[in-house]
């Protein structure tokens, strides 16, 4: 895995929900080496901890990285401060993103809530032949449907309220689709139910358990997971043998 240090101007700012943002940093080599599905380390003045932030788009022609965050503590709202012009200290890219495979096939994304940016770049390249399956709490929280159908992606929202799309869970939009592949990204009981449907179907699912990230660089047992590989259990980090794991690897905890 190829990572690196770089102070990265950032050229793009938006605000997509009272809490939501989206900032496009200049990356040169990082958005070479990074692929759809891995996350960023940014650094945050006065915190010991680099702030995990999974990547959202990259651009390897314009050599830039988008990231799609949510504030939930000091540091995100530090980054959420930050401008066009600034400067981020970003170590990236990290962690195992997601194995496209063939891109012709059928491919379903599922996302919920903040864990749908990390499935754009990846949904990008299947195009047509994939659609994203999106859940939020309202019609409010809803971010990056313009993105997916941009790149040619069917999407399908839910919202717990009904105040848009479907009204209900985001994984039972899955019953009326056709599809060979699976990838996932949300809360964990979302990422339950999308493994037990990827099951009973018999097709291959990739899941991000990134939002299990605390430190993210190993130092913590912040992030420590289930695994099996062989019929043989043991413990990983999310952080270093993910975030993206096959969904037959993971052992759910309860
Ligand atoms: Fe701390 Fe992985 S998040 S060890």
């Known amino acids: 895995m190829k990572y690196d240090v ?40 006065g915190k010991t901890l680099r702030r ?4 959202c788009e990259i651009d390897r022609a314009a050599g830039t990285l988008r990231f799609v965050f949510q504030i939930r503590g000091e540091g995100t709202a530090w980054l959420a401060d930050a ?12 962690g195992n993103g997601y194995s496209l495979g063939n891109t012709r096939q059928k491919a379903v994304f599922v996302g919920g809530g903040i864990g749908v940016p990390p499935l754009l770049e990846a949904a990008k390249a299947f195009g047509e032949n994939a659609a994203v399956l999106a859940g939020f709490r309202n019609e409010e929280s809803i971010i990056l449907k313009e993105d997916f159908e941009k790149y040619g992606n069917r999407v399908l929202i839910a919202t717990d309220d009904g105040s848009f799309g479907y009204h209900g869970l985001v994984t039972d939009l899955l019953k009326g689709l056709d599809f060979t592949v699976i990838f996932a990204c949300g809360p964990v009981p979302m990422l339950k139910a999308v493994c037990r449907t990827a099951a009973a179907r018999g097709v291959p699912c990739q899941i991000s358990l990134e939002e299990r990230m605390a430190c993210g660089i190993g130092a913590c047992l912040g992030c420590a997971c289930r695994l ?6 043991f413990y990983g980090h999310v952080c270093k043998d993910g975030p993206v794991f096959d969904s037959e690897t993971v052992v759910w905890e309860g």
């Not at 990356?27 to 891995?38: D, Y």
């Not at 995990?52 to 990547?55: G, L, M, Q, R």
Request: net charge negative; charged share 25%.
């Open 228 to 233: 099996k590989k062989d019929g043989t259990e």
């Open 6 to 45: 770089m102070l990265c101007k950032i050229t793009e700012k938006k605000r997509l929900t009272a809490d939501v943002f989206d900032l496009t940093v200049e990356a040169g080599e990082l958005a070479e080496a990074a692929s759809a599905g891995q996350f960023a380390h940014v650094y945050v003045p």
């Open 83 to 94: 401008c066009p012009g600034d400067t981020l200290d970003i170590l990236a890219p990290l």
């Open 52 to 55: 995990p932030i999974s990547i």
